[in-house]
Nanobody, 123 residues
Framework: QVQLVESGGGLAQAGGSLRLSCAAS????????MGWFRQAPGKEREFAAT????????YYADSVKGRFTISRDNAKNTVYLQMNSLKPEDTAVYYC????????????????WGQGTQVTVSS
């Protein structure tokens, strides 16, 4: 089992920044690929970013590329999502997830999920 707890969400103005954190406990964190997904009201959960177990490889959705940065610290069992140049359309509940190596952008490939943290961006 892997337990994931997100933090760092809140209210930001358009153009502002937020940094999300996801603390993991349980099975060896460094064995897992990690992803960030988001879900806006009335919409399906969508992929935002993923990072390999080593942190060497990252991949982003087109909608966040160039504005968001995913990173991880395996010594702290934590994955981060730095969100810059925020837009109102970034408003959503953000979830972190753990999956096997190569999990990619499909939410169905991820095994463990956090409870989510709300991000609201005002215009």
């Amino acid at each position: 089992q892997v337990q994931l707890v997100e933090s760092g969400g809140g209210l930001a103005q358009a153009g502002g920044s937020l940094r999300l954190s996801c603390a993991a406990s349980g099975r060896t964190f460094s064995n897992w690929a990690m992803g960030w997904f988001r879900q806006a009201p009335g919409k399906e959960r969508e992929f935002a970013a993923t990072i390999s177990w080593s942190g060497v490889s990252t991949y982003y959705a087109d909608s966040v590329k160039g504005r968001f940065t995913i990173s991880r610290d395996n010594a702290k069992n934590t994955v981060y999502l730095q969100m810059n140049s925020l837009k109102p359309e970034d408003t959503a509940v953000y979830y972190c997830a753990a999956g096997p190596p190569g999990a990619g952008k499909s939410r169905y490939a991820y095994t463990y999920w956090g409870q989510g943290t709300q991000v609201t961006v005002s215009s």
